[in-house]
């Protein structure tokens, strides 16, 4: 129902930049909570962020607080995941994720989102 593309994925130094962005086709955006994971080789896929469908309420894993930011633009159909101060440790693969904004789930399980892509690599050297 609803198709995923992520990008901006890199190779970054400790302390550097990145911006990921999911671009979202073939499904009414706005209908959908949006969410970022990330998956280390050999570990789960955890919760990064989230967003509500609206832009209006955001979530993070305790880990990125104040380091990372979740946003969305519904016009341009795009959820955005701006990460700063990045560390080794944020090294994974990055999963942009969806769930219509009508089911009441646990968000911050990757088992309840619906509708994924492909992953982007992120590395983070020290």
């Known amino acids: 129902q609803v198709r995923l593309v992520e990008s901006g994925g890199g190779l970054v130094q400790a302390g550097g930049s990145l911006r990921l962005s999911c671009a979202a086709s073939?499904?009414?955006?706005?209908?959908?909570?949006m969410g970022w994971f990330r998956q280390a080789p050999g570990k789960e896929r955890d919760f990064v962020a989230r967003?509500?469908?609206?832009?209006?309420?955001?979530y993070y894993v305790d880990s990125v607080k104040g380091r990372f930011t979740i946003s969305r633009d519904n016009a341009k159909n795009t959820v955005y995941l701006q990460m700063n101060s990045l560390k080794p440790e944020d090294t994974a693969v990055y999963y942009c994720?969806?769930?219509?904004?009508?089911?009441?789930?646990?968000?911050?399980?990757?088992?309840?989102?619906?509708?994924w892509g492909q992953g982007t690599q992120v590395t983070v050297s020290s």
């Open positions: 073939e499904g009414t955006f706005s209908n959908y909570h």
């Open positions: 967003i509500s469908s609206s832009g209006s309420n955001t």
């Open positions: 994720a969806a769930v219509l904004k009508y089911y009441n789930r646990n968000r911050n399980l990757a088992g309840q989102y619906d509708y």
